[in-house]
Nanobody
């Protein structure tokens, strides 16, 4: 399994980014998948999850601002991030939900300036 995240960058507070997770060796439409953020404390916290059936759930801190989706034909999962805040800063990863330790990719850095 290989998961490749992209789309991060530096953005001002209030701005938007769209992250992508290109998957190989796993079918995103058949597995619950999640986005996770690693902060300065080096722990990864769940940000958003999309089930195999397409239902979604979010951390309280991002509800109403972030949207997780997928493109089955491209085997890719997305995270649309709007109204970004400085506390959204971190390295974002995708993985199975629950995580599989050997699935971690390199992540993509998101930095939100105030």
């Amino acid at each position: 399994v290989q998961l490749v995240e992209s789309g991060g960058g530096l953005v001002k507070a209030g701005g938007s980014l769209r992250l992508s997770c290109l998957a190989s060796g796993i079918t995103v439409s058949r597995n619950p998948m999640g986005w996770y953020r690693r902060t300065s404390g080096n722990s990864r916290v769940m940000v958003a999850v999309i089930s195999g059936g397409g239902s979604t759930s979010y951390a309280d801190s991002v509800k109403g601002r972030f949207t997780v989706s997928r493109d089955n034909a491209k085997n890719t999962m997305y995270l649309q991030m709007n109204s970004l805040r400085p506390d959204d800063t971190g390295v974002y990863f995708c993985n199975n939900f629950p995580v599989r330790p050997n699935y971690w990719g390199q992540g993509t850095q998101v930095t939100v300036s105030s």
